[in-house]
């Protein structure tokens, strides 16, 4: 995971650990190595920029000139700067429902199906719910036989209606089969498309007015960098989603996605998901990111 920032941004900082004198150009010079790294993690030009110009002023502002051991004060700088950028503290999610209605909204193949997955089995074996997933995409019969493929996996009940082509219909009824049935929380898995259009919006839009979820997840491959960046903000300005899920970590070289997309939707990273089997789950926790990117 994010192997090739790490290691850009180490060079970066060696740099400084060497030298004995550390000097107003040494910290510039580091700087602009830590910029290149993130621009490198494709981390958006403006957000690198003004992070590197935080770093330098807090540098230069905790007299990093004349401390003894410059190099791990910088260290610290950029760690405590970047956990800041990826969103500071750890954020939960709302389960204060009866039942509590997640919705899950993102592209097709963005790892949508597989998260509803994850996050039930999280759900029921860390935090002792009994949820269920309702298939909304009616368009791919395929995705209604993963969520059930899924569904058995875990041990998790699968509301779904072929014979249904309204979503809305549909998420209505799982709520209403979940209430009944005792269930409290009910993850809501809809249709994705290749790329952001309106009618897919006006679809999850209407989805979200119907039933009013607690949470709106929306959920990006990080290894799409600032593409992932660009869809999370079309999504947020029509569903002003509560929270972000970042799946493919474990393929993800670069980290920009995880970098850039609080400081651009300010929405938190709340999930994120490191592979392919249903444990492949951890919640996001913006201080360890930035120790694991660090080194
Ligand atoms: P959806 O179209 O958004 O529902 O996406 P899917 O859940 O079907 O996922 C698309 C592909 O990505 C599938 O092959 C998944 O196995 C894979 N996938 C999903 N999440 C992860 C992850 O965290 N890591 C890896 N390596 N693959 C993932």
Redesign the pocket.
């Known amino acids: 995971m994010f192997d090739n920032l790490s290691e850009k941004l180490d060079k970066a900082l060696h740099v400084l650990k060497g030298h004995g004198q550390i000097t107003e150009i040494n910290v510039a010079e580091t700087t602009k190595e830590v910029r290149r790294a993130l621009l490198d993690a494709d981390v958006n030009f403006r957000i690198a920029k003004e992070f590197t110009n935080r770093v330098k002023e807090k540098a230069l502002g905790q007299n990093v000139l004349t401390t003894l051991q410059p190099g791990q004060l910088m260290v610290k700088i950029v760690k405590d700067e970047l956990t800041e950028l990826m969103g500071g503290e750890t954020e939960g999610i709302d389960l204060s429902g009866d039942p509590s209605i997640i919705l ?1 909204s ?13 996050l039930a089995n999280f759900l029921k074996t860390k935090k002792s719910k009994k949820p269920l997933l309702v298939a909304c ?1 009616v368009y ?1 019969p395929a ?1 209604i036989d ?2 059930h493929i ?1 569904g058995e996996q875990i041990g998790v009940e699968v509301y779904s209606d072929r014979e249904n082509s309204d979503p809305i219909a549909i998420a209505k009824a799982g709520v209403a089969h979940a209430k009944a049935g005792g269930y409290n929380v009910v993850i809501i ?1 809809t249709a ?1 498309r290749l790329a952001v259009d309106e009618k897919m919006m006006d679809e999850i839009s209407n989805i979200h007015s119907a039933i009013k979820p607690q949470e709106t997840l929306f ?1 990006v ?2 290894m799409t960098g600032q593409d992932a960046v660009n869809t999370a903000k079309a999504f947020n300005d029509v569903l002003n989603f509560d929270g972000v899920i970042l ?5 993800d070289t670069r980290g920009g996605a995880a970098i850039s997309i609080k400081s651009v939707v300010d929405k938190p990273i709340k999930f ?5 089997k249903m444990e ?2 951890d919640v996001f926790h913006p201080s360890r990111m930035a120790d694991r990117i660090l080194g």
């Open positions: 899950m993102g592209l097709q193949g963005s790892g949508k199906t597989t998260f509803s997955g994850k995409d791919r995705a993963q969520l899924v898995d994705g959920v491959d990080s799946t493919k970590l474990d393929g994120i998901g490191t592979g392919e492949a789950i």
